[in-house]
């Protein structure tokens, strides 16, 4: 009997911990604490080191969040009043929030059915005379199709953000992103793959914008230049010597705990060959490093009886796995249609004011409402019976398909 019926669940012990912490990161923070360095020292300047040579990136800086570090990153490549930011429909708010921050309008277009990333033909078809800059989000760790983003995007001047913030350690074509794009922004929140509770980051290979970014993240002052001279507006987005130091010791583990999820991933897809109805999505050779902040898969409720996705999730929750049905699709969110109810904005892409109840995203519709299927990243971190249990939970759910419907 299903445990949402009153059985036994199928897994009674919890998976792998998150965050997890050693001697190592305690020794780390207790040395800043008592050297006194509690802000921008000599941590901050190795962990902007480290980082961005991890992420194969020339520049590298450390920041509040991964939000803040899009804020910047916008900031960094001029963002003006009104002009349009290309961003997908399907990513957490702070892809699309952070232009609104900055004043900017956001574009929203669909994903690919097979990857839930950017659509690039759908950036494309968006581009008008407003167009600052695209935002492609790496979604759930899965480089999304840098060649054809930026294919459509050098060519009219249009500036590329990498939104990185779940893709520590990801590889499109053998290379790390975060600097193949123009910037790109990490975020060290508690849930991602590398973590020290808040933080962010800023890679580049480009110079001038590092320093533009940094000036930015620093009260507007410039490198080489006095405490209190400011040649630019910028805010404090810094990240703290705290934040640094332990940044610095979990990095110790990011290649292993990478290596880790990618074969708890791998087996994960082949138990999923013999689960009809649950797919994970499709393979891309291009991707040579999936950071696997999520594992994403795909429902189809006509091999499960009809049982809808929600009451599937719930049927898994109650067997002891922490499934997610993940993102509703961000053009829906009140908030974006009141602001600009506010702002004096004209937009090309609407012919008019933004009206985002005019958007219409199908395949990010059908992901949010019944495709979806979310595992967190500290699933694939522990032994390889973790991942059967995953498994054989879903088939006694499918088993069980029947009594769901009751
Ligand atoms: C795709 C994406 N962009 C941006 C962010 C924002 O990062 P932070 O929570 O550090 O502000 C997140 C974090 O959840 C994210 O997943």
Redesign the pocket.
């Known amino acids: 009997m299903l445990s949402i019926h009153g059985g036994t669940p199928l897994r009674q012990k919890p998976f792998h911990p998150w965050p997890v912490h050693g001697p190592e990161d305690e020794q780390a923070l207790m040395q800043v604490l008592h050297s006194g360095q509690w802000f921008m020292g000599e941590r901050i300047k190795e962990f902007e080191t480290e980082f961005a040579a991890f992420q194969q990136a020339s520049y590298g800086i450390g920041l509040s ?4 570090a ?1 804020q910047v990153a916008l900031e960094t490549v001029g963002l003006q009043p009104g002009d349009e930011v290309i961003v997908p429909a399907y ?2 708010v ?2 699309a929030s952070s232009v609104v921050s900055c004043g900017g309008i956001p574009i929203f277009v669909d994903v690919e059915p097979g990857t839930y990333n950017m659509d690039p033909v759908a950036a494309a078809g968006a581009i008008t005379s407003q167009t600052r800059a695209i935002i492609a ?1 790496h ?1 759930g760790g899965r480089p999304a199709d840098l060649d054809a983003i930026l294919d459509i995007a050098r060519p009219r001047g249009i500036r590329v953000i990498e ?1 990185a ?2 893709a520590h350690a990801a590889a499109w074509k053998g290379q790390r992103v975060g600097a193949i794009g123009d910037l790109g ?1 990490f ?3 508690a ?2 793959n590398l973590c020290a509770g ?3 980051f800023i890679t580049t290979n480009d110079r001038e914008l590092h320093e533009r970014a940094w000036s930015i993240h620093n009260c507007g002052r410039s490198p080489q230049g006095a405490w209190y001279e400011h040649p630019l507006i910028g805010s404090n987005y810094r990240i703290s010597e705290f934040h640094a130091a332990l940044l610095l010791s979990q990095m110790r583990n990011l290649e292993t705990q990478t290596a880790t999820r990618t074969q708890r991933a791998a087996q994960l897809t082949e138990r999923l060959h013999d689960i009809d109805g649950v797919d994970p999505l499709e393979p891309d050779p291009r991707v040579t490093t999936h950071a696997n902040h999520l594992f994403i898969m795909r429902y189809r409720a006509d091999a499960f009886g009809g049982v809808p996705r929600d009451r599937f999730l719930e049927a898994l929750r109650a067997e002891g796995i922490p499934v997610a049905a993940g993102y509703r699709p961000l053009y829906r969110e009140q908030a974006f249609d009141a602001t600009f109810a506010q702002r004096p904005f004209h937009s090309a892409y609407f012919g008019g004011k933004p009206q985002y109840g005019q958007v219409s995203c199908p395949v990010t519709e059908r992901a949010a409402a019944a495709e979806a299927v979310w595992l967190p990243q500290p699933v694939l971190l522990g032994p390889e019976e973790d991942i059967e249990d995953v498994a054989a939970a879903m088939r006694k759910v499918q088993e069980h398909a029947g009594s769901l419907r009751e």
């Open positions: 969040s991964g939000t803040t899009l990513t957490f702070a892809t989000v979604i939104d913030c779940q922004t975020s060290f929140q849930s991602k808040e933080g962010g």
